[in-house]
């Protein structure tokens, strides 16, 4: 085991995951057989139909080596309008396929007298412990992921991660929350991430260079450039518009280098926020829409509380080598 300290100065939600935003469900569809190891997760913004109620979102590029479908929508508009896919990076088309026929299943009109539908699928390259030229996601598997989804979700080598790395040791799903109070009201900020990058020397905990320590009692690997990568997504009960959104995605930028990263040339590493403090209806009644929203100072101490870490210990399960 590694002790790690808790990381920041807020504490977690009951679940320490991005479900302790109140609606947010995780689910995954996993493959694991022989040469295939590779996966979908599905986050769903909530119980609805996102197409109807969409939720404000924004995204930022850190480095665009990636494959993603649906982010210049949301640039765009700063709207989800399906789940969020994760999975591998030739399998996208599988997967935003499956998003857009589930879609028009809930709404037949979609194309016709309604708008068309933006999917939204990000992915990463699992081809080291992957047979990614199989092409083995289909839309079964995305409709697996989104009727599995929970609260209660399994984190790991699971769905989208089952066949990722990071550090030169096994990748995957994870997740975490943190609690602040603005206003004299309290908000819960979750984040998963799909991890698929970095060097072992470099990976650090907490401020420890865990990954010196942990080379020290490994064989040494071949020397290859990293070109890994990292989707982070952000969800928030905060009443954030998407500028504000965009804003908050920024800062993943800040926890993502304190963990060792450096954003290789083809490295594909984005962040998404999105909150679900209000709904936006896909036919508004009314041209003006009325909403609230935090002030913009709201995402700099969240961060600033993020990355200020308290005494109390807790323990972390010890990263596993690839195997």
Same mark, same amino acid.
């Given at each position: ?16 995951? =991005? ?72 399998? $996208?088309?599988? $997967? ?61 080598? $699971? ?13 995957? =799903? ?19 991430? /799909? ?14 260079? $865990? ?21 982070? =997504? ?15 995605? !920024?800062?993943?930028?800040?926890? /993502? ?14 962040? /998404?926020?999105?909150? !679900? ?22 995402? =700099? ?23």
């Amino acid at each position: 085991m590694l002790n790690i300290p808790h990381i920041g100065a807020l504490p977690a939600g009951p679940l320490n995951a =991005i479900s302790d935003v109140a609606g947010v469900t995780v689910g995954h569809a996993t493959l694991a057989q022989g040469s295939i190891q590779t996966g979908v997760t599905v986050i769903r913004p909530h119980g609805g139909d996102p197409f109807r109620d969409k939720v404000p979102a924004a995204a930022t590029v850190f480095n665009g080596f990636g494959k993603s479908i649906g982010l210049v929508q949301v640039q765009e508009l700063g709207v989800l309008e399906t789940p969020i896919a994760l999975t591998n990076t030739l399998s $996208v088309g599988s $997967v935003a396929t499956a998003q857009i026929v589930s879609a028009i299943g809930d709404n037949p009109e979609i194309g016709r007298s309604d708008p068309t539908v933006n999917p939204l699928v990000f992915e990463c390259n699992d081809g080291y412990l992957n047979d990614i030229q199989a092409l083995a996601i289909t839309a079964d598997h995305y409709r697996q992921a989104l009727s599995a989804a929970a609260a209660d979700f399994a984190q790991g080598a $699971v769905g989208a991660g089952r066949g990722m790395s990071s550090f030169e040791l096994k990748g995957g =799903i994870g997740s975490a929350s943190r609690l602040a109070q603005v206003g004299g009201k309290q908000y819960c900020v979750g984040a998963l991430v /799909l991890s698929n990058f970095g060097k072992l020397a470099a990976l650090t905990l907490a401020g420890r260079r $865990v990954g010196e320590e942990l080379l020290r009692l490994r064989q040494p690997l071949e020397d290859v450039p990293e070109m890994g990568s990292i989707i982070m =997504i952000i969800a928030t009960d905060a009443p954030l518009d998407a500028r504000q959104l965009g804003r908050l995605a !920024t800062r993943c930028g800040v926890g /993502l280098g304190r963990t060792g990263s450096i954003y290789g040339h083809g490295s594909g590493d984005l962040a /998404l926020a999105f909150s !679900t403090a209000q709904t936006l209806p896909y036919r508004p009644d009314q041209a003006m829409h009325q909403s609230a929203s935090l002030h913009d100072s709201f995402s =700099i101490p969240c961060s600033k509380q993020w990355l200020t870490a308290p005494s109390r210990q807790s323990s972390t399960p010890c990263l596993r080598p690839k195997p």
